[in-house]
């Protein structure tokens, strides 16, 4: 079993008030689209391992499920959860 003694508390990072926490966050699929078309392919991989040139050639693949989970993950998460059949 793992030891759940040693989890790190994340540093907070908003200090406003709940009134004041931004909501209504709204990402479109050619904002997401827009933004994999600039990755440039000649570049490192960032801390995810994700290759930039992986990212382009799956971008048409991709941009629905970044999409999903810059808006709602929670949503995102139970539709990759569901079996396809």
């Not at 971008?59 to 970044?66: L, Q, S």
């Amino acid at each position: 079993m793992e030891n759940l003694g040693n989890i790190p508390v994340a540093d907070r990072v908003f200090h406003g008030s709940d009134s004041e926490k931004p909501l209504d966050i709204s990402i479109d699929i050619e904002t997401v689209r827009r933004k994999l078309d600039k990755l440039r392919p000649d570049k490192a991989s960032g801390s995810d391992d994700l290759s930039p040139r992986m990212l382009m050639e799956l971008k048409e693949e991709i941009c629905y499920p970044v999409m999903g989970l810059s808006t709602d993950g929670t949503v995102l998460i139970k539709k990759l959860l569901t079996p396809v059949l």
